[in-house]
């Protein structure tokens, strides 16, 4: 099974490293730490973001509340693990929430407020440094999303978070290209 997800840009309050995991062990399968690091690193940090120094502790949390259990230990104390039925109503669970709304930060909207805080020039330069990173964002998503295309019937994990990824992305170079006539207008360029 493949595992994409978008390239978040907000960090959204009650998303939880927990939830992340067991999510990957829920469509993935049983795997190894290092396995999910790896998977991790392809797909879900891209809206969160975690390295090993947190997932190993994590995996440690998970398996002492009984939602992940060790299924195999391998060479060098390589532990393999799955979900739990527990860990998958807790995860259904949290899915099925409600309102969990909580506070939605994003560096690049308190510096999108602040923006005019600089001369029209620097400002320009910051909003094209922007621009040319969710360029680039949105070539690696349209890559990925071709690569998906061509597969199986389209059913892949991480198929409504691409697509997300795809149109806030698009959303995103609207406003910069926006933002760039307007601070190029208000400077006279």
Aim: hydrophobic share 40%; aromatic share 8%; with cysteine.
């Amino acid at each position: 099974m493949s595992i994409l997800t978008c390239q978040g840009v907000y960090m959204i309050g009650g998303m939880s490293l927990r939830y992340a995991l067991l999510g990957l062990l829920s469509a993935a399968g049983p795997s190894s730490g290092y396995d999910l690091a790896k998977l991790f690193e392809n797909s879900i940090n891209h809206v969160w973001r975690a390295g090993h120094s947190q997932i190993y502790p994590e995996l440690s949390k998970l398996h002492a509340d009984g939602l992940i259990e060790v299924e195999a230990e391998g060479p060098r104390g390589r532990k393999i693990y799955a979900i739990t039925p527990q860990g998958r109503a807790e995860l259904h669970q949290w899915l099925l929430e409600k309102g969990r709304e909580g506070p939605v930060r994003s560096e690049g909207a308190l510096q999108a407020f602040l923006i005019s805080a600089l001369p029209p020039a620097e400002a320009i330069g910051v909003v094209e440094r922007v621009r040319a990173m969710f360029e680039r964002r949105l070539a690696d998503l349209e890559a990925r999303h071709e690569q998906m295309s061509g597969g199986s019937g389209g059913d892949y994990f991480g198929r409504y978070a691409l697509d997300l990824g795809l149109r806030q992305t698009r959303t995103f170079l609207e406003w910069a290209d926006a933002t760039i006539a307007d601070l190029r207008a208000r400077a006279g360029s």
